[in-house]
């Protein structure tokens, strides 16, 4: 059975500090490692996709990266526009049906 | 339409009734997807439509749900003799191209069902 994980549950950082998000993924079969963000009400907004062990992609003050085991979502300088909850999604099978972590709740301090 | 447009937005029905949730993907996409969402946790796979064809239901709970998309546009996600705990928020989602060519999968706001 497909599982993803994520950790931790819950982030409080100060303005500038950075971090790290975990996914930890356990897929038959991956077709697509996926970060989104998703705001209080509203629906899971994409940030990124990753094929392979080794990519990284960038976006603002947020980088992806993947390994065979694992995602991590870094977060440079982070700002309060950044508080969000985090979900990371690994898509398997031939309609790569998304399979969720739980989420971390990011919440950036000025 | 610009993005995954779904209604109604809140739904407050009385157990043993049924309910439909309709949604409209963006405009020009082929395959689109039905996810449920429990407070707290990402959203759970539900069932997977490309054009008109229902691909994949294996994530339906059980037979008082179903989903339709008869002309490969809109779709309905009907529940039948709703259970409180079917209350939830259900969400659509479409992508361009069908599920195996690597398109991006876009999100609605959903819909929130409340089962009393």
């Known amino acids: 059975e497909d599982q993803v994980t994520q950790s931790p549950e819950a982030l409080r950082l100060q303005e500038g500090e950075s971090s790290s998000l975990n996914c930890s993924y356990t897929?038959?079969?991956?077709?697509?490692l996926f970060w989104y963000r998703q705001d209080p009400g509203k629906g899971p907004e994409f940030l990124f996709t990753?094929?392979?062990a080794g990519e990284e992609k960038e976006k603002e003050r947020l980088k992806a990266t993947l390994t065979k085991k694992e995602s991590f979502l870094h977060i440079t300088a982070p700002k309060p526009e950044d508080s969000a909850t985090y979900l990371c999604?690994?898509?398997?099978?031939?309609?790569?049906?998304?399979?969720f972590g739980s989420g971390t709740q990011l919440t950036v301090l000025p | 339409g610009a993005g995954v447009s779904q209604s109604p937005r809140y739904k407050v029905t009385k157990r043993g009734q049924d309910v439909a949730l309709r949604c409209d993907p963006i405009?020009?996409?082929?395959?689109l997807y039905w996810y449920r969402q429990a407070l707290g946790q990402g959203p759970e796979f539900l069932t997977y439509?490309?054009?008109?064809?229902?691909?994949?239901k294996s994530g339906l709970p059980n037979d008082r749900f179903s989903a339709e998309r008869p002309e490969g546009s809109i779709s309905t996600l009907t529940i039948q003799r709703t259970e409180q705990r079917d209350s939830a928020m259900y969400r659509c989602?479409?992508?361009?191209?069908?599920?195996?060519?690597?398109?991006?999968?876009?999100f609605g706001e959903g819909s929130w069902l409340t089962v009393v």
């Open positions: 989602a479409s992508s361009l191209g069908p599920g195996d060519s690597g398109n991006t999968i876009y």
């Open positions: 897929v038959s079969g991956l077709r697509g």
């Open positions: 990753l094929y392979s």
């Open positions: 999604a690994a898509g398997s099978g031939s309609a790569r049906q998304l399979t």
């Open positions: 405009s020009g996409h082929v395959s």
């Open positions: 439509f490309n054009y008109e064809a229902q691909q994949d």
